[in-house]
């Protein structure tokens, strides 16, 4: 089928939730995606932070192939390979930089998405403040439910992911939304202080992504993440960190929360923990690990064979030596090189995880990400002026010089 009858079949039979760039891709090696015409383009995007090993990894494509061959689902009454495994992995990578004393068994349940993540760590959090209450004696309708996020955040489409989501342009079409939610400013400690001062005793979370994400790529400082951790600590609240795209290596550290000198209650991931296969987690650190009980949450797919076999095969390949110290290096070396770039007014970020704000004289970025397929590259705009880049971990520093000598002609086109 010719890419015009793809086209043509989408705009009739598929919900236009997305607006589609004008490629169809049909393979992808590495760092490579090819498109329908055979023409070859640099990813800088990983399917949105997702591809981490790259596309078609040989661990990967060869773990997915066998478990495929032998079951793909059974759900999860059962016991099946590898799930107890993914989960002590995980434990141990969220373990990777706590102090001795820290260290603490992590339990996860196992999604299909990073909303979904999101959504059991929402719910975990009302009913470990609810249990909370109910262990002093006091009525479970007056537990805390406040969730506390941070404004300019993302954490999903769901009603309850998107209530959470302090943006109110992406909330007004879906009002009413399910309360429970207030947000504050990223960075600002004086203001989450004075919130805590005024409704600690209705707050149950603070749920905040390290490295804002869908925004353009916003770290919080970690003097704010560190009150965070105190006044949640002091009032009994839960600290939430949503890693669902800063987490799994694309910061350089296992979890983006490693390197600001915090331990959360909870952390939530997706994107990369799979590289490609849709797949969500969320884990909770010692005793809060035990809040659920059968029946109080679950999935049909979340946890199944084929997922499961993708992260255990993805985990293995990231948790080699070296692997973090690789991210952390080609991530400098892009940020280095973009901040060269005449056009660029700022960068921003960790790993290979960065944004990058332009001049107003520079083409819009959205133009850049169009005329960028066209020089064959991928890329990304979360804002007018802000390119995002999300490159596989896999990235080399000469896809990085790459991508910089094709963005200056894009920025440019003097040159």
Known sequence: MTYEQEVALEQEYVMPTFGRKPVEFVEGSGMELVDAEGNRYLDFLSGIGVCSLGHCHPALVQAVTEQASKLIHASNYYYIEKRGEVAKMLSDLLNAEAAEGERAPWKTFFANSGAEANECAIKLARLHARNRAEAAGAPADQAPRLVVTLKQSF???????????AQPAKQEAFQPLP???????????EALEQLFAERGGEICAVMVECIQGEAGVFPCTPEFLQATRRLTAERGALLICDEVQCGIFRAGK???????????DVVTMAKGIASGMPMGACAARGAIGETFAPGDHGSTFGGSNLAIAAAFATLTELGRPGFAAHVEEVGAYLRERLAALPQVTEVRGY???????????????????????????????PRAHTLRFLPPLICEKEHVDELVVKLAALLDPLL
Do not use: C, Y
Not at 179 to 189: E, H, K, R, S
Not at 351 to 373: K, S
């Open 351 to 381: 790993g290979l995880m960065v944004g990058i704000d332009l001049t107003d004289n520079a083409p819009a970025a959205n133009d850049v990400v169009l005329a960028g397929l066209k020089s064959g590259l991928v890329l990304n705009a």
């Open 254 to 264: 296992p979890f983006g929360f490693q390197l600001f000198g915090v331990v959360p």
């Open 155 to 165: 954490h999903g489409r769901t009603l309850a992911t998107l209530a959470a989501t």
């Open 179 to 189: 309360q429970g939610f207030i947000a504050t400013p990223l960075n600002d400690v």
